[in-house]
């Protein structure tokens, strides 16, 4: 399972890292994705990154919200800036292989002040 880290609360305005470890590594033939749930909403995709290092995003959060790798440690990553209060909820990550998806247990992300 994937394990996740890097929530917390922040200001509105303020910048988040959230970080993905995959464990076993990334061999080959996969895709991320970060969703989002908000309160009382169903989760949603925010963007995707593929095992090119191609990446899609939610229109809703383009250009705000960025997702990079590092293969090397196995390690996803979304950048969360300019942070409001509706972007408040819990964050997942979910990898796709060939054995196929596996989210990781979410991390809180709270925008407040």
């Known amino acids: 399972q994937p394990v996740e880290s890097g929530g917390g609360l922040v200001q509105p305005g303020g910048s988040l890292r959230l970080s993905c470890v995959v464990p076993?590594?990334?061999?080959?033939?996969?895709?991320l994705a970060w969703y989002r749930e908000l309160p009382g909403k169903m989760r949603r995709v925010l963007g995707t990154?593929?095992?090119?290092?191609?990446?899609n995003y939610a229109a809703s959060v383009r250009g705000r919200f960025g997702i990079s790798r590092d293969i090397a440690t196995s390690t996803f990553y979304l950048q969360l800036n300019d942070l409001r209060p509706e972007d408040t909820g819990v964050y997942y990550c979910?990898?796709?292989?060939?054995?196929?998806?596996?989210w990781g247990q979410g991390t809180q992300v709270t925008v407040s002040s």
């Open positions: 979910y990898f796709v292989d060939d054995s196929g998806g596996t």
């Open positions: 076993g590594g990334t061999p080959g033939g996969y895709s």
């Open positions: 990154i593929a095992e090119d290092g191609t990446t």
